[in-house]
């Protein structure tokens, strides 16, 4: 290997810049030269790509967002885009990728390492549904944000005696919330796996406070849940320019329907992007530093086509073959401690 490029691609996530620096400064000490992709695979095709130097890399592992900048894109899409971006990579003398990114990057990092090209993949995504790792980069502080706001949340909800809803990421697994409800003690935690209908939720409530004598209560609840799109009539609703629902306003829903139904003042706080920008906290900085370390192992020893994952406490590669399409879900283990300890 003697040109490694460096690629991040779908939502930004905290870490991610701390991943980038790993990969280029093993790439620095063993005399390969680390590649910059820009913008993603639509940088890719229109050149957007430069060496990056060591000033490029230094003083970026507590920053936010990704130095190569990052995008949604359609390439992969069709049948004999692999080939395209293959011969992209080849114009620009790159011998061998490491695709920083989650379900979608890896997707399309699956297909270029099938068409014949060097890949090794690092999981990164705030929602954490990628399988083949128990952690991705950036869900940590997602988890982290969405806590300090439902511990905050809690003074006005007491002081007020409202409903106070939060609504978190997580276009198709509830990760984020159930997390975040674990740990900021949320009563009532609703995700897209586990279906629920408004007159559970209200006879939740009710029960809630008539048994147990309390004034207010904290709701959390992930974008997609409620089966987000439906509610917010997919036919009228903005899409993106890969033609997805741009998911937010089901915590809007859910408070305006908790106020009618119980009479109980109701208010929604969407944490939105707040979740993705912010500085990493020292476990996503740690984990990407892992797994960026261990990618670049990968790729030089030319073991390619895999996933740098987390698996317990030791990165652990698995084929992307396998994590490719797949989706990790929130188990009903998992979301049984959010119901009992929420
Ligand atoms: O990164 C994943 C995610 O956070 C989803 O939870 C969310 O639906 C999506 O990104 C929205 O991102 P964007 O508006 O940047 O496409």
């Not at 992209?88 to 011998?95: E, F, G, P, V, Y």
């Not at 409903?163 to 900021?184: F, H, P, Q, T, Y």
């Not at 987390?310 to 989706?327: F, I, N, Q, S, Y």
Request: hydrophobic content about 45%; aromatic content about 4%.
């Amino acid at each position: 290997m003697r040109r490694l490029g460096i690629i991040t691609s779908g939502g930004d996530a905290p870490g991610t810049n701390a991943c980038i620096r790993a990969v280029a400064r093993r790439c620095f000490a063993a005399g390969v030269t680390p590649v910059g992709v820009f913008d993603s695979w639509d940088g890719l095709l229109k050149g957007a790509v430069r060496d990056l130097t060591r000033a490029d890399v230094a003083g970026i592992v507590q920053r936010a967002g990704t130095i190569l900048r990052s995008a949604r894109s359609r390439l992969f899409l069709q049948p004999g885009d692999a080939e395209v971006a293959r011969q992209a990579l080849a114009r620009h003398d790159i011998d061998a990728l490491c695709v920083i990114g989650g379900n979608g990057s890896q997707q399309a990092a699956a297909r270029l390492h099938e068409a014949g090209f060097p890949v090794v993949g690092v999981a990164k995504t705030i929602d954490n549904d990628l399988a083949g790792s128990e952690l991705t980069i950036g869900f940590l502080t997602a988890v982290e944000i969405a806590t300090a706001a439902l511990d905050n949340l809690r003074a006005t909800a007491e002081s007020h005696s409202r409903v106070m809803v939060l609504e978190v990421m997580g276009r198709d697994v509830g990760w984020i919330a159930v997390e975040s409800g674990i740990a900021g003690g949320a009563d009532l935690v609703l995700v897209p796996e586990f279906p629920f209908t408004l007159d559970e939720i209200c006879t939740r409530l009710k029960t809630r406070h008539d048994a147990h004598g309390r004034t207010y209560s904290i709701v959390v609840v992930a974008e997609g849940a409620m089966d987000n799109a439906r509610v917010l009539d997919s036919a009228n609703a903005p899409k993106d320019h890969l033609g997805r629902v741009r998911l937010g306003g089901v915590g809007t829903i859910l408070a305006r329907e908790i106020e009618m139904r119980l009479g109980w003042e109701s208010r929604c706080t969407t944490l939105g992007y707040l979740q993705r920008c912010a500085a990493p906290a020292a476990a996503d900085r740690i984990l990407a530093t892992h797994l960026g370390d261990r990618a670049f192992d990968l790729l030089q020893r030319g073991q390619t086509g895999l996933l740098a994952g987390l698996k317990g406490t030791e990165v652990h590669p698995v084929p992307l073959a396998d994590v490719a399409g797949k989706t990790k879900r929130v188990t009903p283990e998992y979301y049984r401690l959010a119901e009992l300890f929420g």
